[in-house]
């Protein structure tokens, strides 16, 4: 049963909530307006009376607004009870009889002493309506709380039947389903036990020929393994053939490598004298240019410069003084000086020269 069906089966004789709710609201609303009606008009009337009648500073607004500030509260403490269904008991109602009656008393009270009828009834209507709204009102709302409380519970019950209905329904539809599932399973039970006879079946034809095939398979397989050991022979005597061979092969080229490293080292060898007895010609050539460079002796005017950096270069290499490399060339000992500091800053030390080596 869906939520539609449980709806419509709600006791229709009762009020909703919604329409509770609205019917408070438009009490509550016309209490009000009518209240607020009241103290206007106890403003414009009660207050001149009570003044007329008494002595001191706005005594009349202040004993007005009083009194039907009382009444209100009596009326919004009736309200709020009766909401929720609890009566306030004899003085809450003695309280509000008294403060309505106060209200009409002060609302009536001038055109009563007048002896002016038409004003007693005009001036009595605001309030007298008043003190019935304040009567019927809480009546009304604990009636209609009744009556919500009655379709709740019926509303209430008709779910209850609905999710008892929905249970037995469901649980026949289980009941349903159970069996069919049973049926399935027994039909699904035979199934199996017919494949598997008919498996066992093939199981037993699939092995005869299995057996057939294996007998077939072995001997091919001695046959194959015949095959192969005589294959394997043969490869065992051309491996140990081409072993052989390799092996002279291995010989021949390590005598080669050999040979090859005689001649290098006869080489290396031979260049090595070449490149000494050269490095001796250099030498000696060197030697001797210097010694012919130096031959000449002091002179007594400058050679040409290229000529004087010669003879400088030649005394530094064999270790004459600035003085006497000045002497055979003729330039100033500050000059030649300098070419020596320039020999010296150009030419590596023999430790750079032992560090290169190594």
Not at 146 to 165: G, N
Not at 273 to 302: D, I
């Amino acid at each position: 049963m869906n939520s539609v069906q449980i709806r419509s089966r709600v006791f229709t004789g009762a009020p909703s909530a919604r329409e509770v709710a609205r019917t408070g609201r438009v009490i509550t609303v016309v209490t009000w307006l009518l209240t607020g009606a009241v103290v206007a008009v106890s403003m414009s009337t009660a207050a001149p009376f009570i003044d007329a009648h008494s002595e001191g500073y706005a005594t009349g607004p202040l004993l007005a607004l009083a009194v039907d500030g009382c009444f209100i509260l009596g009326l919004q403490s009736d309200s709020t009870l009766a909401r929720f269904g609890v009566a306030a008991g004899l003085w809450a109602t003695a309280f509000r009889w008294v403060t309505g009656l106060s209200t009409v008393w002060l609302n009536v009270g001038d055109a009563a002493l007048s002896r002016d009828m038409v004003g007693v009834v005009v001036h009595l209507i605001p309030p007298l309506l008043l003190l019935l709204v304040a009567e019927a009102g809480p009546a009304w709302r604990r009636a209609m709380g009744r009556a919500l409380a009655e379709a709740t519970a019926q509303e209430q019950a008709d779910l209850d039947e609905a999710r008892q209905t929905a249970e037995e329904a469901a649980r026949a539809e289980r009941e349903e389903a159970a069996r069919a599932v049973r049926e399935q399973r027994e039909w699904e039970r035979e199934q199996a036990e017919q494949a598997r006879l008919e498996r066992e079946r093939q199981r037993e034809h699939e092995a005869a020929l299995a057996r057939e095939e294996q007998a077939r398979a072995e001997a091919r397989e001695r046959a194959e393994r015949e095959a192969r050991e005589r294959a394997e022979g043969e490869r065992e005597q051309q491996r140990r053939e081409r072993e052989r061979r390799e092996q002279e092969a291995a010989r021949r080229r390590e005598n080669e490598r050999r040979e090859r490293e005689a001649r290098e080292h006869a080489e290396r060898e031979r260049e090595q004298q070449r490149a000494e007895h050269e490095r001796r010609e250099q030498a000696e050539r060197a030697e001797r240019e210097r010694a012919a460079l130096l031959a000449g002796g002091p002179v007594n005017e400058k050679l040409p410069e290229p000529r004087a950096r010669q003879i400088v270069t030649a005394a530094v290499e064999s270790g004459l003084p600035v003085r006497t490399a000045a002497e055979l060339c003729g330039w100033s000992t500050g000059w030649v000086s300098s070419r020596y500091q320039e020999h010296r800053d150009t030419t590596p030390t023999p430790s750079a020269l032992e560090g290169a080596s190594a």
